[in-house]
């Protein structure tokens, strides 16, 4: 199982970035499908779910700028971010469940003033 994930780098606050993950080794689309986002000394915590009937969930920090979206033919899971802000400077996790937690690399996100 692969969780490719990418997309992050800097960008100035109030600006964009999508994030991408591509998963491969088990199907895609079943099970939860999430990002999280973790900074130095603080615990990772979940930022948006897709879940497999569909439904998604996010954490307050992110409604209303961040979309969960997937693409079942290309079998990869994005990120979108809008309106960024310093306190959204992170490394970005993609995870997905299905029996067991998989988890890629972590792309790195900085946003600068």
């Known amino acids: 199982v692969q969780l490719q994930a990418s997309g992050g780098g800097f960008v100035q606050a109030g600006g964009s970035l999508r994030l991408s993950c591509v998963v491969s080794?088990?199907?895609?689309?079943?099970?939860?499908m999430s990002w999280y986002r973790q900074t130095p000394g603080k615990e990772r915590e979940l930022v948006a779910a897709?879940?497999?009937?569909?439904?998604?969930n996010y954490a307050d920090f992110a409604k209303g700028r961040f979309t969960i979206s997937r693409d079942n033919a290309e079998d990869t899971l994005y990120l979108q971010m809008n309106s960024l802000k310093l306190e959204d400077t992170a490394v970005y996790y993609c995870?997905?469940?299905?029996?067991?937690?998989?988890w890629g690399q972590g792309t790195q996100v900085t946003v600068s003033s």
């Open positions: 995870n997905v469940v299905q029996g067991a937690p998989y």
């Open positions: 080794g088990i199907p895609f689309g079943s099970g939860i």
């Open positions: 897709f879940f497999g009937s569909g439904a998604t």
